[in-house]
């Protein structure tokens, strides 16, 4: 069955330290990707989507992504953690007509 | 563009009564609108995917009797929770998509703001 995994259920990082959040997906062929933020009680947030071409692609608030095909990983990172990152992520694949979210990653910063 | 809503934000309920959710697209016509549920501390998981004019598809393990889902309009889609339980409470969410809204082949989801539903 098509998965995806974030082996990090929880990071704490300090604010202005860089970040990478770990994604890697199970599935045949290059599905389409995405970062998802979730602030508590809140909804999803679109980050950044790969769909084809450049590997590296950049998002909102500073976030990039790079698409590894032979690792079939798309691990976000973030330069400088600011402290309104504190928040839920979700790294998600959709392929054919399904979408499937990772379990997510919280992300804590200390000041 | 592209702006799904959900009303209401927030619902609390008693036991035994039923509630009803609305997402809406408020920008593009929504030929797929999709549930999902996020219980506590949790990923989201698929509840029923919905097209309209037609019957929702449920995920496994997903009461069709319990979570009526009806998308009567390309722009409405409601998820009703019938004689909710303490364990009906969690965050529900919805997307909606459309056929050729982007240039690529896939039509990616646009996701509404989120529900919490508490069953008191």
């Known amino acids: 069955a098509q998965s995806v995994t974030q082996p990090d259920i929880h990071i704490t990082v300090s604010e202005g330290a860089s970040l990478e959040l770990r994604c890697n997906y199970s599935?045949?062929?290059?599905?389409?990707l995405f970062w998802y933020v979730q602030s508590p009680g809140q909804g999803l947030q679109l980050l950044l989507k790969?769909?084809?071409?450049?590997?590296l692609v950049q998002g909102i608030k500073g976030f990039e992504a790079e698409f590894k095909r032979s690792q079939s990983s798309f691990n976000l990172r973030k330069p400088s953690v600011h402290w309104s990152d504190a928040a839920e992520y979700f790294c998600?694949?959709?392929?054919?007509?399904?979408?499937?979210f990772g379990p997510g990653t919280r992300l804590s910063v200390l000041p | 563009g592209a702006v799904v809503s959900q009303h209401p934000s927030r619902v609390i309920c008693k036991s035994g009564t039923s509630v009803k959710i609305e997402c809406r697209s408020l920008?593009?016509?929504?030929?797929?609108m999709f549930w999902y549920r996020q219980f506590p501390k949790k990923s989201l998981m698929l509840m029923a995917t919905?097209?309209?004019?037609?019957?929702?598809?449920?995920e496994q393990g997903v009461e069709k009797d319990k979570f009526l889902i009806n998308h009567a309009s390309l722009t409405l889609s409601t998820l009703t929770v019938t004689s909710a339980h303490p364990e009906d409470s969690s965050f529900y969410i919805c997307?909606?998509?459309?056929?050729?809204?982007?240039?690529?082949?896939?039509?990616?989801?646009?996701f509404g703001p989120g529900t919490r539903l508490t069953v008191l």
């Open positions: 997307s909606a998509r459309t056929e050729g809204m982007t240039s690529s082949s896939y039509n990616e989801q646009f």
């Open positions: 920008d593009f016509q929504a030929t797929t």
């Open positions: 998600a694949v959709a392929y054919g007509q399904n979408f499937v």
């Open positions: 599935y045949g062929a290059t599905p389409y």
């Open positions: 919905s097209n309209e004019g037609s019957k929702a598809t449920y």
């Open positions: 790969y769909f084809s071409g450049d590997t």
